[in-house]
């Protein structure tokens, strides 16, 4: 099940200069998009989501971008800090209860 | 900030014995979810719970799995006869609404079957 997919598996990103990251996917009855971190041995944190009537969604220093007619979530997070340094996910739904998952971001913030 | 727990955080279990994964969601949410990820791989979802009853199951969540919520509290999972390939982390989550609401996750269980 490749619906979701991030095909960079890590980053590595300077302290104080942008983040992105990226996620394409492929059903188009995706509504519901989000953005989720991860910590070592904890849970996926909520960070930003965005439903498909929109085009952007901005919550501080995180931003989620949507292209539809290119399939394709970006989340910006500027300025970039070492505690982002973490393993981000997207994930999308089509109006049910499930989420999709990609594979993961590696991100590492260089102090 | 309120939070989703989860106990046990690892549960070590002989193959073909049961065990029950337990989650505290956030106290007003309605809609409940269990996923697992297996090392390596993405979190894929199982199951959804909603008004005492399954909403949604994925083809994972097989006779082997049940849910309930026993009390106002306490929402479990439970593995009938464990195997193998049942080693993973587990996260239970909770969220307010069933659709574009974010979904809350627990920190885990680790599940190892021996």
């Known amino acids: 099940d490749q619906q979701v997919k991030q095909n960079s598996p890590s980053l590595s990103v300077q302290e104080g200069r942008i983040s992105i990251l990226n996620c394409d996917y492929t059903?188009?009855?995706?509504?519901?998009f989000l953005w989720y971190k991860k910590y070592p041995a904890e849970g996926p944190t909520f960070l930003i989501s965005?439903?498909?009537?929109?085009d952007k969604n901005e919550d501080g220093r995180f931003t989620v971008f949507l292209n539809k007619s290119a399939k394709h979530l970006s989340l910006h997070i500027v300025p970039s800090q070492p505690g982002d340094s973490a393993v981000y996910f997207c994930?999308?739904?089509?109006?049910?209860?499930?989420?999709?998952f990609g594979t993961g971001t590696r991100l590492k913030v260089l102090a | 900030e309120p939070e989703v727990t989860q106990t046990p955080s690892h549960q070590v279990t002989q193959m073909g014995q049961e065990v029950i994964l337990r989650c505290v969601p956030i106290?007003?949410?309605?809609?409940f979810y269990w996923y697992r990820q297996i090392l390596g791989q993405k979190v894929e979802f199982l199951v959804s719970?909603?008004?005492?009853?399954?909403?949604?199951k994925s083809e994972i969540f097989d006779d082997q799995f049940s849910v309930e919520r026993p009390d106002g509290s306490n929402f479990t999972l439970k593995i009938r006869s464990t195997k193998l390939e049942d080693s993973a982390m587990y996260f239970c989550?909770?969220?307010?609404?069933?659709?574009?609401?974010?979904?809350?996750f627990g920190d885990g269980t680790r599940l190892s079957i021996l």
């Open positions: 106290s007003n949410h309605l809609y």
């Open positions: 719970f909603y008004n005492n009853e399954i909403s949604e």
């Open positions: 994930a999308a739904s089509e109006g049910t209860y499930k989420y999709i």
């Open positions: 059903n188009s009855m995706f509504d519901y």
């Open positions: 965005i439903s498909s009537i929109k």
């Open positions: 989550a909770s969220a307010l609404t069933g659709s574009n609401q974010p979904q809350h």
